[in-house]
């Protein structure tokens, strides 16, 4: 376990293993815990770092608004201050969003880039009109808006057989604060379109997407991939792959940073 300061702020990440390094970013409303069972896989081959984003999990506050920017160069001074040049990175939903904005700005410093149930694309008006109603909905009451939203993540299908881990991931969230999580919607409506950075990264890309996930647009998102090269990995479930498809997705990830690293 380990601390770092930026701008003020306390920010929270594990280091665990040795070699070449991964970089693990979660998703919103999650924190470096939700990687347990991957990190434990990699961590006998690799150096595996999982980081609390900005307003996430024991990681402190910067602002009322954390743009995906703000969350990649956060992001980039941990790993600066631990003398780590080059990493692949992998980012679950607002995770992939950091890890397209640090593909953006450092380019050379990323060995390899998987997008896990996210999307290099904007959000396009309905979903704004969306994160303004969250916005709202967290202002009336955060508790209530982590609880209505984390099931609708999940395939409609598994909302009984995964109940045990659904309750684990909304107790986590509850230990969010308000501006936390406001400052996180607000940073990925924000978001510009990373189309083009995803399909010119020179480094290996995975994408790693559910064909029943509420949060992410399948369809336009398998349409923004141009570069053949792209490793796509589809499962038939919803937006969090890391409880619903476990055993194949750790698979998957597996292979991606072997071969990134081979």
Known sequence: ?????????????????KGRVVVLLHGFLENAEMWKDIREQLQTRFRVIAIDLLGHGN???????????DQALMVKALLDSLQLRRYIVIGHSMGGYVGLSLAQL??????????????????????K????????AVKQNHKTFIRMSIPNLFASYN????????????????NMNQQGIIASL?????????????????????????????????KATL??????QTEIVEFEDGHMSYIENK????????????????
């Open 223 to 228: 349409k923004s991939i141009q570069n053949k």
């Open 59 to 69: 990681s402190e506050n910067i602002g009322y608004i954390h743009t995906m920017e």
């Open 106 to 127: 450092f380019p050379t410093a990323i060995k390899g880039l998987c997008l896990m149930n996210s999307t290099p694309l904007a959000d396009n008006p309905e979903k």
């Open 186 to 218: 607000e940073g990925m409506k924000l978001r510009k379109d990373k189309a083009a950075v995803f399909n010119t990264l020179k480094a290996p890309t995975q994408l790693i997407i559910g064909k029943n996930d509420g949060a992410i647009d399948y």
């Open 159 to 174: 909302l009984t057989s995964f109940k045990n881990e659904i309750n684990q991931v909304i107790n986590e969230a509850l």
């Open 1 to 17: 376990m380990g601390l770092f300061k930026y701008k003020g702020a306390s920010i929270h990440y594990t280091s665990k293993g």
């Open 129 to 136: 009109i969306n994160r303004d109603r969250a916005i709202e």
């Open 247 to 262: 055993s194949e997705l750790l698979d998957a990830l597996t292979q991606f940073v072997k071969k990134c690293y081979k």
